[in-house]
């Protein structure tokens, strides 16, 4: 079983631009940040493959950016330019180990807890 854990969240000001770690038991899978905002559904926000290709939602891309440190065992979000709309539970994701990036739910196996991002006007 994979164990990852999320951190860094917290009340930002729109225009921040915090940066969110995820500590990962298995650094040998593709990993993900997915964003669920309130009554919605969890939507991918940007993904990385084991060998560091990644992919980005069109609403984050230009401001966000996804990295991989692979010695530390941490995967990394690191957001700018935040808009309110970005407010949200944030969930790291892993599994699998395809030459690609997906940003789909079903191609993640294992998540953690989420942190919660809100971001005031």
């Known amino acids: 079983e994979v164990q990852l854990g999320e951190s860094g969240g917290g009340p930002v000001q729109a225009g921040g631009f915090p940066k969110l770690p995820c500590e990962v038991s298995?650094?040998?899978?593709?990993m993900a940040w997915f964003h669920q905002a309130p009554a919605a559904e969890r939507e991918a926000v940007a993904a990385?493959?084991?060998?560091?290709?990644?992919d980005y939602t069109n609403s984050v891309k230009g401001r966000f950016t996804i990295s991989r440190e692979d010695p530390k065992n941490t995967l990394y979000l690191q957001m700018n330019s935040l808009k309110p709309e970005d407010t949200g539970m944030y969930f790291c994701?892993?599994?699998?180990?395809?030459?690609?990036?997906?940003?789909?739910?079903?191609?993640?196996?294992?998540w953690g807890q989420g942190t919660q991002v809100t971001v005031s006007s």
């Open positions: 994701a892993a599994g699998g180990r395809l030459n690609f990036a997906p940003l789909t739910t079903v191609a993640y196996k294992y």
């Open positions: 990385i493959t084991f060998y560091g290709d990644t």
């Open positions: 298995d650094n040998k899978l593709n």
